[in-house]
């Protein structure tokens, strides 16, 4: 029995979902109003979410938060998407680390800023993000421009994909150019059986 708490603007969400709905994890889903008070939202959630953000994942009554250690229980306890090997585990803690520190930490604030906070003090920051998001767009860019279909070398995709793309399904609303072979890799994911947009697959 699993649930997952997310909502259509977290990216960190998708990447659990996509995760989910890729492998056909069955699975109950419920959008949390994370516009509104952490006090006003469902008791239920509040008394799993340690500290108040989305995504969180309830399984067999136990409370999984972050989205990349969600991916990291999910691969291991699945054996799927870097789960079949413990070198593909290895490979996939390096993408996972990379990705919270990294783009992880400049296109969600870019987004953010771009979708809902012009006003914001975050302007002052911006020109820096914009930097940090060309060097580690171009880091993704760079791994992805030997021929390879996804970040680790294999046929199958991985949680690093699902990750590391998280927040890049949102570049239009980012307003952030992406590079050509990011770009192809997020159409393979795309091709995916169980893909949706973000909009969709979190509604
Ligand atoms: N590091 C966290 C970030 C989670 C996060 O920032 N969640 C946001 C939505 S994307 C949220 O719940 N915001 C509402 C709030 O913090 O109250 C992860 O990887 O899961």
């Known amino acids: 029995m699993r649930k997952l708490f997310g ?20 699975h109950d889903y419920e959008v949390v109003d994370i516009w509104k008070p952490r006090d006003q939202r469902s008791a239920e959630f509040q008394s799993v979410a340690p500290l108040g953000e989305v995504p969180v994942l309830i399984e067999d009554g136990q409370a999984y938060a972050q989205s990349n250690a ?56 911006l020109p820096w993000l914009k930097a940090r998001y060309e060097s580690d767009v171009a880091t993704i860019e760079s791994a992805l421009s030997h021929g390879q279909t996804w970040l680790l070398a294999g046929a199958e995709p991985s949680i690093a994909d699902f990750s590391v793309c998280g927040y890049l399904f949102f570049a239009d609303e980012a307003g952030v150019d992406v ?15 169980g893909w949706q947009h973000p909009y969709q697959l979190l509604a």
């Open 70 to 125: 969600i991916l990291l229980h999910l691969a291991r306890s699945t054996g799927l998407w870097g789960g079949e090997s413990s070198q593909r585990m290895n490979a996939c803690e390096q993408w996972l680390v990379w990705e919270a520190n990294k783009i992880g930490m400049c296109l969600p604030q870019i987004r953010s800023y771009e979708k809902f906070e012009k006003e914001a003090l975050l302007e002052n920051a």
């Open 7 to 26: 909502h259509p603007d977290s990216g960190h969400a998708y990447k659990v979902r996509l995760f989910l709905s890729v492998a056909g994890i069955e």
């Open 179 to 193: 590079p050509l072979n990011v770009k192809a890799w997020l159409n393979r994911l795309s091709n995916l059986e």
